[in-house]
């Protein structure tokens, strides 16, 4: 793997058991991260994931920013050519990894990133309500909340240098002022007045 690779960290968080559930996928060099809703924790969710993402960015710029994802080995991963191919063509675009079993740290900034979607949504919450509007809502609110990892900057304003505005929008994320910042539980009920 190249030094300079893009490095994205990916992983589910789920709401109740057998309920809708979040994929995660976050972008190291930046701490940025993106919020998708599945309606279930399976390889074919994902992969519709990955289909849209394709289709909403590009295979250009899919092939630049998600050059390298990392991942564990939970059983909605376990199809890693849905992930890495092109549906279309059959071009290799991105390579997937797994973390070694018991290995969490590998991918520690996501885990650490999901700290902040339970101040929201606190661990026993249904998202069988949520839209994926609203989980865009949610990553802009956690992508606008400033880092000491990051000299005190927002995932938002780091990401900036890397991934063009034109596409940040595509992907729906807004900024943010850090005095709107809203980490409570409260956000997704203020967005609904």
């Known amino acids: 793997m190249h030094p300079n690779a893009s490095i994205v960290e990916m992983d589910t968080v789920e709401g109740i058991k057998g309920g809708k559930v979040f994929l995660t996928l976050l972008f190291r060099n930046s701490n940025f991260m993106l919020i998708f809703l599945m309606e279930s924790k399976t390889m074919a969710e994902v992969e519709k994931v990955f289909i849209k993402i394709k289709n909403i960015i590009g295979i250009d710029n899919f092939k630049r920013i998600f050059e390298v994802i990392l991942t564990d080995n939970g059983p909605e991963f376990f199809n890693p050519i849905s992930i890495e191919v092109d549906y279309i063509t059959s071009e ?15 991918k520690g900034s996501i885990e650490k990133n999901h700290e902040y979607i339970r101040y929201i949504l606190p661990k026993g919450t249904s998202f069988n309500s949520l839209t994926q509007e609203g989980c865009n809502l949610i990553a802009s609110h956690i992508n606008s909340t400033s880092r000491l990892i990051l000299n005190n900057k927002t995932p938002y304003e780091v990401v900036q240098s890397l991934i063009n505005q034109e596409l940040i929008e595509k992907l729906n994320i807004k ?8 980490l409570s539980s409260d956000l997704l009920k203020k967005s609904h007045r």
Do not use: G
């Open 175 to 182: 900024y943010i002022k850090s005095d709107k910042v809203n």
């Open 92 to 106: 290799v675009l991105s390579h997937v990894f797994y973390c070694d079993s018991y290995c969490s740290y590998q």
